[in-house]
């Protein structure tokens, strides 16, 4: 069983920076992959980065890209989004999830959190 708890979000103008950060209990965190996904007022949640147990690998999604690094540290069990250069539409829920596959579909993790705000004014 794995807890998760995310914290850093706020309010920020565009072009502004946050990071993320996602706590979790257990001590099976490392042989978890973990995942950052976003649901914004009347739409679908959506993947927006992922990072394999070991930290090796990671993937973003393209509407993210080049703007926003998931890293973590599996000693303090915590995984991070920092989001820089940030526009209107990042404006979301912030999700964490981990899962024991390294994957950008949501249905591939197992526990979430329960979310932190962004949001972007322009």
């Known amino acids: 069983q794995v807890q998760l708890v995310e914290s850093g979000g706020g309010s920020v103008q565009a072009g502004g920076s946050l990071r993320l950060s996602c706590a979790a209990s257990g001590r099976t965190f490392s042989s978890y992959a973990m995942g950052w996904f976003r649901q914004a007022p009347g739409k679908e949640r959506e993947f927006v980065a992922a990072i394999s147990w070991s930290g090796g690998s990671t993937i973003q999604a393209d509407s993210v890209k080049g703007r926003f690094t998931i890293s973590r540290d599996n000693a303090k069990r915590t995984v991070y989004l920092q989001m820089n250069s940030l526009k209107p539409e990042d404006t979301a829920v912030y999700y964490c999830?981990?899962?024991?596959?390294?994957?950008?579909?949501?249905?591939?993790?197992?526990?979430w959190g329960q979310g932190t705000q962004v949001t972007v004014s322009s």
């Open positions: 999830a981990a899962g024991r596959l390294f994957r950008v579909s949501g249905t591939a993790y197992d526990y």
